[in-house]
């Protein structure tokens, strides 16, 4: 770089300027590692996804790790159950930040057909959910175009920093309009058993004053 | 000293004069024998004895609301004869409430996971079993689902997780 007399940059052809931020996206979004949590048929399309036909090397993300440690992306191919749902929140969790998930197919987004009382009823009424594969199961080509469209997301929404993330900051405005009351992070309002359970611990402790 | 592998009418025949007159049915050539729920530890054992020396599967029928049903539960233990390749289907009738019936685990160690899973989705309790826990649903929960009274959808266990938004990850 270099200044000329009349205080105008002057760039050689091979730098360009950008900013940190865009920078840290473009990194991030061409070297996604995927967690592959594959529990049913979409995990075949997933492992297709990966192998020489459809070649998901070609967009940087083939390098699927099956240690939540070492992925930034969890691709949730197939139906989850109830049971199966803590290990999910567990591996998300240990997943580190920046991270993003994908629920491909109908049963990861929606239960499917699955409307019975083993089957969650959609991913992302539990953990945070980036893009969604409608499908059953989706094409390998459907994949690919959910995982490029979230490369776009990260780059036009990615932070350095991670801000993007900060959800709490954005969310607080709203939930200023509900107050909610109950400390509790569970869901009561469905669950008869637990209701009962609440009514019968509020009557133990007596009117609030 | 009975012949090692007889046939299955002698079988049946040596159950009826052992344990009373017993309601038996054919259907494709194999044999259907309805036993009480006391004797059916007893019999199977006999069973075991005389030849039927593999428990197929222990399953669970719930015939509420069946058309002409008398009983509530239909216990079902399915034998074979490794040697003759002969096959006999044994029936229990249980009613609620408590249904209860002797464990078959020390007859056939295989019974153990068998008898698990009809505990967990029928709620069918086997009195002698060493380890009668929850086989295929969550240990937490408390419903018995394959029972005809239990709704589809659940009573709201399937939403009942905490949620992690991006905040707490």
């Not at chain 2, 019999?43 to 058309?67: H, I, P, Q």
Request: proline share 7%.
């Amino acid at each position: 770089m270099a200044v000329n007399g009349s205080s105008k940059l002057e760039l050689p052809e091979n730098v360009f300027v950008s900013k940190l931020d865009e920078l840290a996206s473009w990194c991030r979004k061409n070297s996604l590692w995927p967690m592959p949590f594959a529990t049913a048929c979409c995990g075949i399309e997933l492992m297709a996804t990966g192998a020489s036909k459809h070649d998901l090397a070609r967009f940087g993300a083939e390098v699927f790790r099956f240690s939540p440690r070492q992925c930034d992306l969890m691709i949730v191919a197939g139906r989850v159950v109830m049971k199966m749902l803590p290990v999910l929140q567990r591996i998300w969790q240990q997943m580190h930040e920046p991270k993003w998930c994908i629920s491909m197919g109908a049963c990861a987004s929606t239960g499917g057909v699955f409307d019975t009382y083993a089957v969650v009823q959609g991913i992302d009424r539990f953990i945070p959910v980036d893009m969604y594969v409608p499908g059953c199961p989706p094409r390998p080509e459907q994949l690919i175009q959910a995982i490029i469209d979230l490369q776009d997301k990260i780059q036009r929404e990615g932070t350095i920093t991670g801000r993007e993330f900060d959800t709490a900051g954005r969310q607080a405005r709203k939930r200023a309009l509900v107050e909610i009351t109950s400390p509790l992070s569970i869901d009561a309002s469905r669950n008869p058993v637990l209701q009962r359970e609440l009514a019968a611990a509020a009557e133990a402790i007596g009117p609030r004053t | 000293m009975p012949h090692p592998c007889p046939a299955v009418d002698d079988v049946v025949a040596e159950l009826v004069a052992r344990f009373g007159p017993l309601e038996t049915s054919v259907f494709r050539g194999q044999t259907r024998v309805e036993l009480r729920p006391a004797d059916t530890s007893d019999a199977l054992r006999l069973l075991k004895d005389r030849g039927f020396d593999l428990l197929v599967d222990v399953t669970c029928v719930d015939y509420l609301e069946y058309k002409g049903a008398k009983h509530r539960y239909g216990l079902v233990y399915l034998l074979a004869n490794t040697v003759t390749n002969q096959r006999l289907t044994v029936r229990a009738y249980l009613d609620d409430p408590d249904p209860s019936i002797r464990s078959v685990v020390p007859l056939w160690e295989g019974a153990n996971w068998l008898e698990r899973e009809v505990w967990d989705l029928f709620g069918i309790r086997f009195e002698g079993h060493p380890d009668l826990r929850r086989l295929v649903m969550p240990e937490e929960f408390t419903a018995h689902p394959l029972r005809k009274d239990y709704p589809l959808q659940g009573r709201g266990e399937r939403h009942n997780f905490p949620v992690i938004t991006r905040d707490h990850s």
